[in-house]
């Protein structure tokens, strides 16, 4: 988003977000000597963490029982050889907690596979934190002046000469350009779910959740996707296998698939058509080749990743060109 006029004094530019993309903007804003950075976000000075890889009180039992959805070579091959170089200090955090990690990930690391373990989402957190680190200091080498603002924002206006931020506390900031990035879609709301017995979100009420658990009260999980298994290690890291009453309903009745690799390593390499004219037909290409896939052997992990690692490569434009369909 950008601005038709800009000030004398270098380019003003603005990241609303403290997640993931939020880092990604930072990491590419092509930004120069006399220009100026700020990052604005609820917690902005963790920037890269966002909800998802917050960062966990050690003191209660569940700070570090929620997996990534992949395995650590999955989400960033970096990440993989930083779980390999922390090893040490991992294995000292996650000790004695339950659910017991360190043994579930004992026939990998039996074979020396570091880089296939789920690992606990936090320490992708720090292991952004420090990449998100080493970006800014890059800008500011560069003279990129920096500021980080830990306030949500609620409203952006555009003017002729500027865009401007309003923040949860009323304050305005003025930029010449923004990249927005706030969030995904939140959880679906029902009617009722926010009660003595109900809570429409995990994150921030696990609390409130944990004395229903501990009284062995059964937990209802509405949904069987990836938050459905934060419900369970949440169970996990309080009370004994044996003792969980745990059920989850969803329209399908299935489980999400599991993501454990394989070796030796092996991932799916698509070969699609480029220049589809609308995005229904590329989708429908993208689907037979899953299918293709799967019935050659192929596990969801291996299409998954390969496929994530197909479009980076080439792009999305390759494949539908029409701006409006790739949207």
């Given amino acids: 988003m950008n601005a038709s006029g800009q000030s ?14 939020a880092a990604a903007f930072v990491a590419h804003c092509n930004l120069k000597a006399g220009d100026t950075l700020t990052v604005l976000g609820k917690h902005a000075s963790q920037l890269g963490r966002g ?12 700070g570090y029982a929620y997996l990534l959805n992949s395995p650590a070579d999955d989400i960033d091959p970096a990440f993989a050889v930083w779980l390999a170089q922390n090893w040490d200090d991992i294995q000292g955090t996650m000790k004695g907690r339950q659910p017991d990690w360190l043994t579930a990930a004992a026939p990998l690391l039996a074979k020396g596979d570091t880089y296939g373990l789920n690992a606990p989402r ?33 409203s952006v206006a555009q003017t002729d000469q500027v865009l401007l931020v309003t923040t949860e506390d009323g304050k305005k900031i003025a930029a010449d350009s923004i990249d927005i990035a706030s969030g995904g879609p939140s959880t679906q709301r029902i009617r009722g779910d926010d009660g003595a017995y109900s809570a429409p ?6 609390a409130r959740i944990a004395k229903h658990i501990r009284a062995g009260a059964e937990i209802f999980c509405i949904g069987a996707n990836a938050t459905m298994l934060d419900v369970l290690r949440l169970c996990q890291s309080l009370v004994e296998e044996d003792d969980l009453n745990l059920v989850a ?4 009745g299935g489980l999400p698939p599991p993501l454990v690799p394989r070796l030796p390593r092996r991932l799916t390499t698509p070969n699609l058509t480029e220049g589809h004219a609308d995005a229904q037909n590329f989708l429908a290409e993208v689907w037979t080749a899953m299918e293709a896939a799967r019935a050659s052997g192929d ?16 792009g999305l434009h390759r494949f539908v060109p029409d701006p409006a369909q790739a949207r």
């Fill in 299 to 314: 596990e969801m992990r291996e299409i998954r990743a390969g496929f994530r690692a197909y479009f980076i490569e080439h």
């Fill in 51 to 62: 909800a998802a890889y917050a960062s966990q009180d050690p003191t209660k039992p569940w």
């Fill in 8 to 21: 004398g004094e270098g380019r003003r530019h603005l990241v609303v977000g403290d997640g993931i993309t």
């Fill in 122 to 154: 936090a320490f992708y957190g720090d292991f952004m934190e420090q990449q998100v680190a080493q970006d800014l200091d890059a800008l500011r080498a560069k003279g990129v002046a920096i500021k980080i603002i830990d306030a949500a924002a609620v």
């Fill in 201 to 206: 979100t995990l994150f921030g009420q696990e």
């Fill in 249 to 252: 309903c969803s329209p399908s």
